[in-house]
């Protein structure tokens, strides 16, 4: 269980996040919605601590996270998986090279990047790959992939850290619909299969309302709803987002709902044990 205990984040004159206070049970998958602005990446950044609260705790199953050093905190983040926007893998190299660079933290970064890695941890980085749709590109160079590939590969080397959380930052931003879907497939499938606690920051209504256990809305840095699917009424969301709720309700904007001219990608992904 992930508890905080108003958690507060604030840059220099700017308070990004106000005293926070929730819990997040095990297993659970959780959407974070608001405008731009209203905090949310900010939220779900403090969990890694790659952004460093400014006061209040964050607890996971007792364990103080807001008061671990050098090797406890690389550990408590290697626990915690992030899944970027921009997706943060090195173009220059082969997919497989950049899932396994998910195991930076069991390795050390020399001998990660001399590829001093196991069969066992080789065959290991292939499930993953083979549970989002992409086995049969292991050894392609990463940079001719699409952009829900790149995000796929992503997910999969989340998967190879074995972490207990796994945290994505708009993961579908930048993505088609058709893509956008594949991508939240297969988060909602780690996170049933798995047991995995998922916590990702979403931009459109119908993503948040179709994939996620829970959704948490925010605004100017405060927590201002906490409920399921269903108790998210229109009225609750519009009161949200404020000025950009056309914007979140857009079907123009980037969500997974699928048109009749989407069309799937030649190799369909598949999610499996």
């Known amino acids: 269980m992930l508890e905080f205990k108003g958690l507060t984040k604030q840059f220099r004159d700017t308070i990004a996040v106000k005293p926070a206070t929730l819990t997040i049970p095990d297993g659970q998958m959780v959407g974070i919605i608001g405008r731009s602005g209203a905090g949310k990446s900010t ?11 400014s006061g ?5 199953h007792g364990r103080d996270i807001t008061a671990l050093k050098g090797r ?4 408590w983040r290697n626990e915690c998986a992030m899944v970027f926007q921009q997706f943060n893998l090195v173009g220059r190299l082969d997919v497989l090279t950049n899932v396994m660079s998910g195991r930076l933290f069991h390795h050390g970064f020399i001998s990660s990047m001399a590829g001093m890695f196991s069969a066992k941890e080789r065959a290991f980085a292939i499930r993953a790959l083979d549970r989002l749709g992409m086995a049969h590109v292991a050894l392609q160079q990463t940079d001719t992939l699409s952009g829900g590939q790149m995000q796929r590969v992503a997910i999969a080397r989340a998967l190879v850290q074995e972490p207990r959380i796994m945290l994505a930052d708009e993961p579908i931003a930048s993505l088609d619909p058709l893509n956008a879907k594949v991508v939240m497939d297969a988060l909602r499938a780690i996170n049933q299969e798995d047991g ?15 994939y996620c256990d829970r959704i948490i809305g925010m ?3 405060v927590i201002v709803f906490d409920g ?11 009161e949200i987002y404020g000025a950009e709720a056309e914007e979140a309700f857009s079907e123009a904007m980037t969500s997974t709902t699928l048109r009749p001219s989407d069309k799937p990608e030649a190799a369909t992904p598949r999610v499996v044990n």
Do not use: S
């Open 72 to 75: 406890e905190l690389r550990q």
């Open 43 to 53: 939220l779900l950044r403090m969990i890694n601590r790659l952004n460093e609260p």
């Open 228 to 238: 399921t699917a269903k108790q998210l009424t229109d009225k609750a969301a519009r």
């Open 219 to 221: 605004q100017d840095g």
């Open 56 to 60: 209040g705790q964050m607890l996971f």
């Open 196 to 210: 995995l606690t998922v916590v990702c920051n979403l931009h459109t209504l119908d993503t948040a309302r179709q």
